[in-house]
């Protein structure tokens, strides 16, 4: 009697020890990230505001009593090195959301997440991810399970030629202005070639033909005598804030009249003091709040940057950071209807209709997903860079962009 | 009692030139082959995907240094673009996959074909030229060919890289760790076979005497023309294999994954194991693979000590190769192969081994 008596309390113990485990089953999280490599002048900010979030959630109690566990790569930007580091996070962890990175690795991985049923938050903004059914004829594979935050950088380029549209035309200058598109030969520059070039031919620019220069840092002297040669009157800049500071500087030196505008990625506050005079009236894109902005959401960004010694940061942080509040909310929507699986992550982030998580007011974007558009937001804030020598500049909001949500532009 | 042909021996008692060129050396040692073989097929039974991972990688990177091996151990060139043959299999497999719709099995060999049509039309200048003239000149078929991956957009998706498709056979897809293993095991032992056989057959001893001295070789009949090319044929075929495999295992290809580094580390994978040794080919690519995880985990244990140690991993990784790679050329110029049998002389002549 005693004895089945101190069985059946043991199982009982050990019943409710097992289900006390899993109720704090963590939820795991790819993280790929690029502290590396070509593109590690923003990769290093971009990923401390995604590993900063995460750590402040957790501090916050987690998702749904959960935590996260964060599963970092750092794979500097090498494809095949995010496929292998994919490939392990599916077959020991299986996390239902990977936040990712580049455009080549996430192109790449479209049809594996598809496959698996892995909801994949990119850090790549490229317009071919927004076409979850793959009924556009641009799109080459559909990609059901990509989001990202912001603005696409075919959106950003469109928001870049619709603004110098209007600054040639105030400036008065006569006939069809010169825009040339310059980058490196890779997924990541390319992504919004043919159809931001596609646009700014409809906006009545001359469109010139490309200029590459690298990823990584290098003397482009010889792009940019290419570029004076050219005639060029706007120049886009698709590469990532390094190499862009280089050919900023080489382009001083050769002494081109150009006015520069700029992908997402291409310009910053760290970038600014680098590219000093050299960088005095970048036009570029900005996906959210910038440090210190007078809006509400501002104080949870400062609680979030305390977790890594706290201070100011750099645009791309604050993107880092809503990525994963928008994976915070889905989560905890998908928590409610059930359970946490890439499958109702997914569902629920397409339920979103101009949703602001919460904390976030004023930082991050409305973003509206739905089972036919991945678009996640129209709106584009078109910032200068102001050098006033001596270290000092200012960034100043031009204007903010608002973009036709055009079904002929899924997918590119 | 009859010495028979299983018991140790204590010399060389070979009297015919059939037993001196048997693949393998003693049948004790040929016992250990099947034996590690059949270890090897109950491995997915125990390890996990991470370990599964490791043999894999040893067995595609396996596959292509045995190549370099044949090339720079047995027939005395030397190659600096091996890493863009591996490549050129994997994007020809895929594009054959991809284009074609043939199957996967039938694609893997055929795209070691076609690279061995590259590899023979690179190795044209090693007629006529050698030592470091000929280190250039496969440098130049290194860069030329990176750049025909970024470029030639209909044959590898152009920067953007190809997708690769993964191996079904009647039906079963060969997608997990466990199943592909068996597949990289398989073409291990038979690419293994093969190049053990070939080094005793009429052709590799060609190669031995090129290697040995090209003048006494042409002297003898052998044609230099012809064995030079031969050698960078046989080369790329094996690594345009290993690269098919490595393409169907990650189901992605991209051309910055096939660079010059690449390269050097497949010849620092055939120095540590040792030149001119099939066994040693595939001991020093376990050790140029395994030598980064084993510092991961050293690095861990240590950091635990110091914090702020792993900030310093990613570096002291790159170091390690370069390290290990001057160690064996000091101490151990004849490579893993060549430690192997002192080892083996020590146990065998035991306690007597003065």
Redesign the interface.
């Known amino acids: 009697m005693m004895r089945s008596m101190t069985l059946a309390i043991t199982a009982a113990a050990a019943v409710g020890l097992a289900s006390g485990v899993a109720a704090a089953e963590p939820i795991h999280v790819g993280h790929l990230a690029a502290y590396t490599g070509p593109t590690s002048a923003v990769g290093k900010v971009y990923g401390q505001g995604i590993e900063d979030a995460m750590a402040y959630i957790n501090e916050q109690g987690g998702i749904d009593g959960r935590t996260l566990e964060r599963h970092t790569v750092d794979y500097s930007y090498e494809a095949p090195r995010a496929i292998a580091a994919y490939k392990q996070w599916t077959s020991s962890y299986d996390p239902p959301v990977i936040q990712g990175w580049g455009t080549a690795d996430t192109e790449a991985l479209v049809r594996f997440v598809a496959r698996d049923k892995i909801v994949y938050m990119s850090a790549s903004y490229s317009g071919h991810l927004t076409d979850p059914t793959g009924k556009s004829e641009h799109t080459k594979s559909a990609a059901p399970y990509n989001f990202f935050y912001g603005p696409s950088y075919t959106d950003g380029c469109r928001a870049m030629v619709s603004w110098a549209k209007d600054d040639w035309e105030s400036k008065g200058g006569e006939g069809k202005p010169k825009w040339v598109h310059m980058g490196d030969n890779h997924p990541y520059p390319n992504a919004p070639k043919a159809a931001c070039t596609e646009y700014a031919k409809n906006q009545g620019f001359e469109v010139l033909n490309p200029i590459v220069y690298s990823l990584s840092p290098g003397d482009f002297k010889a792009q940019c005598l290419s570029l004076k040669e050219s005639g060029a009157d706007y120049a886009y800049l698709a590469n990532t804030s390094g190499s862009n500071i280089s050919l900023l500087k080489a382009c001083d030196t050769v002494g081109t009249d150009v006015q520069f505008v700029s992908n997402v990625w291409g310009f910053d506050e760290l970038a600014a003091p680098a590219a000093g005079k050299a960088g005095d009236g970048i036009v570029f894109p900005v996906g959210a709040a910038q440090w210190g902005a007078d809006v509400p959401g501002m104080k949870t960004i400062e609680a979030i940057s305390e977790m890594s010694g706290g201070g100011e940061r750099a645009l791309h942080y604050m993107r880092g950071v809503c990525s994963v509040y928008f994976m915070r909310d889905a989560m905890e929507m998908a928590a409610e209807d059930g359970e946490i699986t890439g499958p109702n992550v997914k569902a629920a982030l397409e339920s979103m209709s101009d949703h602001v998580p919460e904390g976030m007011e004023g930082v991050c974007l409305p973003h509206t997903w739905t089972p036919e558009n991945h678009r996640g937001t129209t709106q584009v804030m078109v910032y200068q860079n102001h050098w006033k020598g001596d270290g000092d500049f200012s960034l100043e909001k031009l204007t903010t962009v608002d973009l036709p949500r055009r079904e002929d532009w899924l997918g590119w | 009692m009859a010495l028979s042909a299983d018991s140790m021996r204590c010399g060389e008692f070979r009297t015919s030139y059939r037993a001196d060129t048997t693949i393998f050396p003693t049948p004790m040692s040929r016992n250990f082959a099947i034996a590690g073989v059949l270890v090897l097929v109950l491995a997915p039974l125990f390890l996990?995907?991470?370990y599964l991972?490791l043999l894999i990688q040893i067995g595609y990177y396996g596959i292509a240094a045995l190549g370099l091996n044949i090339l720079v151990g047995f027939s005395g060139q030397i190659s600096l673009g091996h890493a863009a043959f591996f490549g050129f299999g994997a994007f020809a497999s895929a594009w054959l996959n991809n284009t074609t719709g043939l199957p996967v099995i039938l694609c893997i060999p055929l795209a070691g074909v076609m690279t061995t049509a590259v590899g023979m039309i690179v190795g044209v200048p090693a007629a006529r030229i050698k030592g470091l003239y000929l280190a250039i000149a496969t440098l130049a078929a290194q860069f030329i060919l990176e750049d025909f991956f970024?470029?030639a957009a209909w044959f590898t998706g152009?920067?953007?890289?190809a997708?690769a498709d993964p191996m079904s056979l009647f039906g079963y897809t060969f997608s997990?760790?466990q199943s592909y293993f068996y597949l990289v095991l398989a073409f291990v032992v038979v690419m293994y076979l093969l190049g053990a056989n070939l080094l005793r057959s009429r052709d590799g001893r060609a190669f031995v005497a090129v290697r040995d001295h090209y003048l006494s070789a042409e002297i003898m009949g052998i044609n230099l023309t012809k064995y030079r090319i031969l050698a960078f044929g046989v080369s790329s075929f094996y690594a345009g294999i290993g690269g098919a495999l490595f393409a169907h295992y990650?189901?992605?290809?991209?051309a910055?994954?096939f660079t010059i580094l690449l390269s050097i580390q497949f010849l620092g994978m055939i120095i540590i194991g040792g030149l001119g040794s099939v066994m040693g080919t595939l001991m020093g690519t376990a050790f140029m693979v395994l030598l980064p995880e084993v510092m991961d985990g050293t690095a861990g244990v240590v950091s635990q000590f110091f914090p702020g140690f792993s900030q310093g991993l990613?570096y002291l990784k790159e170091m390690a190769v370069g390290l290990a790679i001057v160690l064996f050329l000091i101490f151990e110029p004849d490579g893993l192969a060549h430690r192997w049998k002192l080892i083996k002389a020590y146990w065998k002549l035991y306690p007597f081994s003065y």
């Open positions: 996990n995907a991470y991972n970024n470029r152009g920067s953007s890289g997708l997990t760790d990650l189901g992605f290809v991209s910055e994954g990613a």
